[in-house]
């Protein structure tokens, strides 16, 4: 197994090994660089995975002290992971992508009060091929000729009555889940439940694909169980070196260059710990605006109790998707859109979530037909704003020694009129089949996609970092994780993220072989 030198100042040090960090540092290492990631938490194997939300949540989940004003729960505002994989361990493996005018939301939504909506700086043609390079990479279903999955029953109630609705934009969505044997790994045996990680390694995951492929280049090297702490800067302002805690010691790894994919919160923290007489107030942060424009998709939930058995815990978690609402259509009241999915849930979640303090018959007589359940799910777009936050309380600390951070959201009127709409959609849709009861879920299960903390742009004044993900303030400091995104557009993040950092990479390898980094 390949070891670098704490001493070795031609490392390219990656923070995180999730689909960000996991990524860059097989690509990077694939292209002759050395490089040391830093993964907070354990590296599990499959033996370690198993079929069960409650036992695979303490193996996963980031556990450690986070605060939270606003509408978030304030103990626990965030679903991320604390393992090699990060949240790719968590995911459901859903990978749309941007829509164009996702990513001209500024040019096409005009200007929303008290939001801070601007154009992506990349365009839309100039992310298409990285698109494509992510699909092919992740094997996404449905994209360059993989198939796509089977229709589970959850999915087939949904279709039939999204089509008595009028949809028609209707499939098993593009995932990166297996539907057929590839890369070595098998494919989906609809066991259900994805985002306890998957058994078989049928979705994909960097725990299993990318850090064993940066492994096998020699040029790699995984250091789990290591939380960086804070960024050293040379004199020059470049930053030389990162300082993380290890089997109880604090070591300092020295480098050429840093990428930091921490998954937002853990990205914005490391950055705004990380003070010095040239930045003041945390680094890479001359705009202000390191933790700021903090966007989380809005995922509300609607169950039918069917009249007939459904099982909607046998197939992939995000078994199938409606599309028709994704467009623009302001004559609903609101701009942007939302995806309606298929989603399950095990007796635990909905006993804490259906009806949350709730006993008696009310609850019980739901989960007495927990075979005859279908579930869906609504993603919807989340407008950047300057007030949703991620910063840091001043005197709170956690096991670490760390200052906790404090997540600051609050819903944007565009935000609560889309989840209202949105709600009767997904009401109407059961209804359609003759449900015995429909139930509607709130949304007060923790921010899974998480976006916008250093978002990026050609202004160095209203953005932190470049269209590469490289900061503004520091030119060997990147960030590439989805705290790059200046809008969050109204589908999940994982393979825009991926297809960034595939670009990202090529742009670090041409500053490395011309010298300038």
């Known amino acids: 197994m390949t070891r670098f030198s704490l001493e070795d100042e031609s490392v390219f040090v990656v923070i995180g090994s999730g689909a960000a960090g996991g990524t860059l540092s097989n690509e990077l290492a694939r292209k002759g660089h050395k490089?040391?990631?830093?993964?907070?938490?354990?590296?599990?194997?499959?033996?370690?995975?198993?079929?069960?939300?409650?036992?695979?949540?303490?193996?996963?989940?980031?556990?450690?002290?986070?605060?939270?004003t606003g509408k978030p729960n304030p103990q626990f505002p965030v679903w991320g992971c604390k393992t090699v994989g990060g949240t790719t361990m968590h995911w459901t493996g859903a990978c749309p992508r941007l829509e164009p005018t996702e990513m001209r939301a500024r040019s096409t939504y005009g200007e929303l009060r008290d939001t801070t909506l601007v154009d992506w700086p990349i365009t839309p043609e100039e992310?298409?091929?990285?698109?494509?390079?992510?699909?092919?990479?992740?094997?996404?279903?449905?994209k360059h000729g993989m198939p796509f999955l089977p229709a589970g029953n959850n999915f087939k109630v949904l279709a039939a009555g999204a089509r008595k609705c009028g949809y028609i934009d209707i499939d098993t969505h593009n995932m990166a889940i297996n539907s057929i044997s590839r890369d070595g790994r098998p494919p989906c045996q609809q066991l259900g439940f994805c985002t306890s990680g998957c058994a078989i390694s049928a979705k994909w995951s960097t725990l299993y694909t990318e850090i064993p492929q940066a492994e096998k280049t020699g040029h790699f090297e995984l250091r789990p169980e290591s939380m960086a702490t804070s960024i050293s800067l040379s004199e020059a302002g470049r930053v030389n070196g990162v300082t993380y805690l290890s089997g109880g010691k604090t070591h300092?790894?020295?480098?050429?260059?840093?990428?930091?994919?921490?998954?937002?919160?853990?990205?914005?923290?490391?950055?705004?710990?990380?003070?010095?007489?040239?930045?003041?107030?945390?680094?890479?942060?001359?705009?202000?605006?390191?933790?700021?424009?903090?966007?989380?998709?809005?995922?509300?939930?609607?169950?039918?109790?069917?009249?007939?058995?459904?099982?909607?815990?046998?197939?992939?978690?995000?078994?199938?998707?409606?599309?028709?609402?994704?467009?623009?259509?302001?004559?609903?009241?609101?701009?942007?859109?939302?995806?309606?999915?298929?989603?399950?849930?095990?007796?635990?979640?909905?006993?804490?979530?259906?009806?949350?303090g709730g006993w008696g018959r009310d609850l019980t007589s739901v989960l007495d037909k927990y075979d005859q359940l279908a579930g869906l799910l609504m993603t919807g777009e989340d407008p950047p704003q300057l007030s949703n936050a991620i910063t840091l309380h001043d005197t709170e600390r956690d096991a670490?020694?760390?200052?906790?951070?404090?997540?600051?959201?609050?819903?944007?009127?565009?935000?609560?009129?889309?989840?209202?709409?949105?709600?009767?959609?997904?009401?109407?849709?059961?209804?359609?089949?003759?449900a015995e009861q429909v139930i509607e879920m709130g949304d007060d299960i923790?921010?899974?996609?998480?976006?916008?903390?250093?978002?990026?742009?050609?202004?160095?004044?209203?953005?932190?970092?470049?269209?590469?993900?490289?900061?503004?303030?520091?030119?060997?400091?990147?960030?590439?994780?989805?705290?790059?995104?200046?809008t969050s557009g109204g589908c999940n993040p994982t393979l825009t993220i991926v297809a960034l950092v595939l670009r990202q990479a090529e742009h670090i390898n041409g500053r490395i072989h011309t010298g300038r980094l």
């Open 446 to 486: 923790p921010a899974t996609h998480n976006m916008g903390t250093a978002r990026m742009g050609h202004d160095p004044k209203a953005s932190v970092c470049n269209p590469f993900g490289q900061t503004h303030d520091v030119d060997n400091l990147f960030i590439s994780d989805g705290s790059l995104f200046p």
């Open 35 to 68: 490089v040391v990631c830093l993964e907070a938490g354990p590296r599990l194997t499959l033996s370690d995975i198993v079929n069960d939300e409650a036992v695979m949540f303490d193996k996963l989940t980031w556990l450690d002290k986070r605060m939270a």
């Open 127 to 142: 992310l298409a091929p990285w698109y494509d390079k992510a699909e092919i990479r992740m094997g996404v279903t449905g």
């Open 252 to 356: 300092t790894q020295k480098a050429t260059g840093v990428a930091v994919a921490g998954n937002v919160v853990e990205t914005t923290r490391l950055l705004l710990n990380t003070r010095s007489a040239r930045f003041p107030h945390g680094l890479a942060n001359n705009s202000g605006l390191v933790g700021r424009n903090y966007m989380r998709h809005f995922t509300i939930q609607v169950i039918g109790v069917m009249p007939g058995k459904v099982h909607f815990n046998r197939q992939t978690h995000l078994a199938g998707v409606v599309r028709d609402e994704r467009p623009h259509r302001p004559e609903r009241g609101f701009v942007g859109g939302f995806l309606i999915s298929t989603v399950p849930f095990s007796p635990e979640i909905l006993a804490k979530h259906l009806l949350p």
């Open 400 to 434: 670490n020694g760390l200052p906790v951070p404090v997540v600051h959201y609050e819903d944007h009127p565009n935000t609560m009129a889309m989840k209202t709409y949105a709600w009767k959609q997904g009401r109407k849709i059961y209804e359609a089949l003759g």
